[in-house]
């Protein structure tokens, strides 16, 4: 007993951020007309495998069949690709039978991204969900951040000066995005999500290159009006790059012109 008060003292409640729209999201689910259960590889991380080996009901008895152990445990998809718990009408058979809870890290947290500052936690919304980019484009206001919850961890560190500046230089940016619009509550998108990673790799000047280029991809042969039109150039530039290492990091050192699969992005 001393020893976990001992343990939570050294834990401090580090507060969570995310763009107020954030808890408006609400997962499409059979109406999603691009579900991220089909065509994902879905890893099953090692707390939730050990979880379903322990399910004797029918549906883990099918976990169990489902998942490959190698290269890392995953979902054995079908021959179209799909998960293999997708049913005809695109509802997760995990989630009818056993809830929310029950889903593998990945699953629950898609399409959800996490930027990790010093001090703080920045959560978002990932464009490669077609129900998360309407929703930051139908945005009525400029991208505002509000505290959403707590998460216990190690004793947070005094940002650096290095740091600091970095985050005075987003947050800059982001009060420059001043009109209205989708086109503007993309740019915000873009900045909010890609240039934290500096923080890791110092590459402040690449990062900000890469929001203009992808700026500039997502809206190509866009008119200018149509939301639908636009949140689909944003989740199909999103699915193929943000996701995609090798071709993030493509975009962040290219020289020329870079397309993607799609000849109408």
Known sequence: MLEMEAERRQMCAMKVFAPDYYAGFRCA???CRHSCCVGWEI???PETLERYRHMSSPLGEKLKR???PEPVPHFVLSAEERCPFLTEQNLCEIILLEGEDSLCQICADHPRFRNYWSDRIEMGLGMACEEAA???????HPLRLVPVSEEWEEQPEIPSEEERALRDYRDRLLDAVAETGPAARLREYLIYRHLADALYDGRI???TRLVDRAFERMT????????PDLAEKARIFS???EYDDEKLEQLLTETGGYRTGHDNL
Do not use: F, H, K, Y
Not at 220 to 227: I, K, L
């Open 66 to 68: 489902c998942i490959a």
């Open 239 to 241: 699915n193929e790059v």
């Open 29 to 31: 689910a059979g109406a």
């Open 205 to 207: 000047a690449e990062r």
């Open 220 to 227: 190509a042969g866009w008119d200018g009006q149509s939301v």
């Open 134 to 140: 309407r929703l930051i484009l139908t945005s009525p």
């Open 43 to 45: 890893d099953v991380d």
